[in-house]
C-alpha cells in the first residue's frame, strides 16, 4: 500500500525557512503527481503545492507563491516543500498527498501522510 511519511515541521520565526520532506513508498514513485496541503486549526485542509511525476510542471496557491517551492527526487521517492519568507498565518498541520491516478496533474489526493505541524512566531 501507498505510505508517506513527512518530516521537517517545527518552530521558526517569522521570515525564516523550513524544509519538509516526504517519503513515498508502495509503487513507482515517479508515475505520479504529488502535492502539500496544511490545515490550520479551526480551518478546513488547502491546497499548498503539486508537482508532476517528472517535476517538470508545478502549481501552487497564490498565498505561498514566491515563498514557497515544490520538488522531487524521484530517485529516492522523495518530495520536499521549502518554505522561506514564512509568515505566521502560514502555521499549519502541512500534510504530504498523492492520487491514486498516475500520470494525472491533479490537486484531488487519495493518500495522505499525517503530517507535521508547522509552527510560525510572529
Known amino acids: 500500500q501507498v505510505q508517506l511519511v513527512e518530516s521537517g515541521g517545527g518552530l521558526v520565526q517569522a521570515g525564516g525557512s523550513l524544509r519538509l520532506s516526504c517519503a513515498a513508498s508502495?509503487?513507482?514513485?515517479?508515475?505520479?503527481?504529488m502535492g502539500w496541503f496544511r490545515q490550520a486549526s479551526g480551518k478546513e485542509r488547502e491546497f499548498v503545492a503539486v508537482?508532476?511525476?517528472?517535476?517538470?510542471?508545478?502549481n501552487y496557491v497564490d498565498s505561498v507563491k514566491g515563498r514557497f517551492t515544490i520538488s522531487r527526487d524521484n530517485a529516492k521517492n522523495m518530495v520536499y516543500l521549502q518554505m522561506n519568507s514564512l509568515k505566521p498565518e502560514d502555521t499549519a498541520v502541512y500534510y504530504c498527498?498523492?492520487?491514486?491516478?498516475?500520470?494525472?496533474?491533479?490537486?484531488?489526493?487519495?493518500?495522505w501522510g499525517k503530517g507535521p505541524l508547522v509552527t510560525v512566531s510572529s
Open positions: 508502495g509503487r513507482t514513485f515517479s508515475n505520479y503527481a
Open positions: 508537482i508532476s511525476w517528472s517535476g517538470g510542471r508545478t
Open positions: 498527498a498523492a492520487p491514486k491516478a498516475s500520470y494525472s496533474f491533479t490537486v484531488h489526493m487519495d493518500y
